[in-house]
């Protein structure tokens, strides 16, 4: 695909997030495992039927759309970092699934009107800098009638102090931030926003990600999480070193008799379009 494709189907402001995205490459697989609970959990409720058309937004490796696909359903996965699309594409080969990944915004999603029966997000629309448009967009592709379930930390997530580690060792945000992703995992503003379109239920949950030590969360994080990444390679060595430690200790109050359980809640969002 050639720059100038690519740069018309991600929007321009978009595009310094899809390469840092991208940078995770198949790794980030990984890191998607670590909280298929909340992954399986969506699409449960979901529930995708044989034959179906299905969109997976932001879909990253994949992992979302694979399980999708196993119902039967025909799937199409898109997402803005064309690293982690072709990460997707070789492991659903692997696996001997069929399904059509494409590159494309969130915010400017490139099927026709009524184009699904349903779709999924897992912790993936919520980065979306321009959450109404986001939205608007998946108003725009699912058929009334159709189905949604999108998968969102929840404000008093893990999540949050995970950020207050990471903090020191970033950027400092831009003047005008963008909206919170956190707002996703909120069922007033989602009543307010996502259910001018949908009929909305939700439910909370907690997944773990379990693993045999907190040096193995770290390599997971640095090496397929794509802010962690970019922030970790961002640092001179001793930086790098003082972000390692912080993150391996903040985990100290996951660890168990077999090793780390580090638990996160989050938020699923069901909702039928009108």
């Known amino acids: 695909m050639t720059i100038s494709a690519v740069s018309s189907l991600v929007l321009d402001k978009n595009t310094k997030a899809a390469g840092m995205w991208s940078s995770g490459g198949r790794a980030y697989d990984e890191v998607s495992r670590g909280v298929s609970e909340g992954i399986r959990h969506c699409v449960m409720r979901l529930d ?18 694979r399980y999708i696909s196993r119902s039967g359903a025909k799937v199409t996965g898109v997402d803005i970092a064309d690293g982690l699309l072709e ?6 080969e692997e696996e001997g699934l069929s399904i059509d990944w494409q590159l494309g915004d969130a915010e400017k999603l490139p099927f026709d009107e009524a184009s699904f029966d349903g779709a999924a997000s897992t912790f993936g629309i919520m980065y979306a800098t321009n959450q109404d448009a986001a939205i608007s967009e998946l108003a725009r592709v699912v058929r009334p009638g159709g189905r949604i379930a999108v998968a969102a930390w929840l404000p008093d997530s893990t999540v949050v102090a995970l950020r207050k580690v990471l903090a020191p060792f970033m950027p400092p945000p831009p003047p005008s931030p ?5 707002n996703w995992g909120e069922t007033e503003w989602l009543k307010g926003t996502l259910g001018a379109h949908f009929e909305l239920g939700h439910e909370r949950g907690e997944l ?5 030590d907190a040096e193995e969360v770290w ?6 999480f794509g ?4 922030t970790s390679q961002a640092l001179d060595a001793d930086k790098r ?4 430690a912080a993150f391996i200790d903040w985990l ?7 090793g780390i359980a580090l638990t996160y809640q989050y938020l699923v969002t069901v909702g039928i379009r009108r």
């Open 219 to 224: 390599r997971v994080y640095e090496d397929g």
């Open 252 to 258: 100290r109050q996951f660890s168990t008799d077999l």
């Open 48 to 65: 995708p039927k044989e034959g179906e058309r299905i969109l997976d937004i932001a879909t990253g490796t994949g992992l979302t759309a």
């Open 178 to 182: 963008p909206p919170s992703f956190f």
């Open 208 to 212: 773990t990600h379990r693993a045999a």
């Open 87 to 92: 990460a997707a594409r070789q492991l659903a």
């Open 227 to 230: 802010p962690v990444r970019a």
């Open 241 to 244: 070193a003082e972000l390692k």
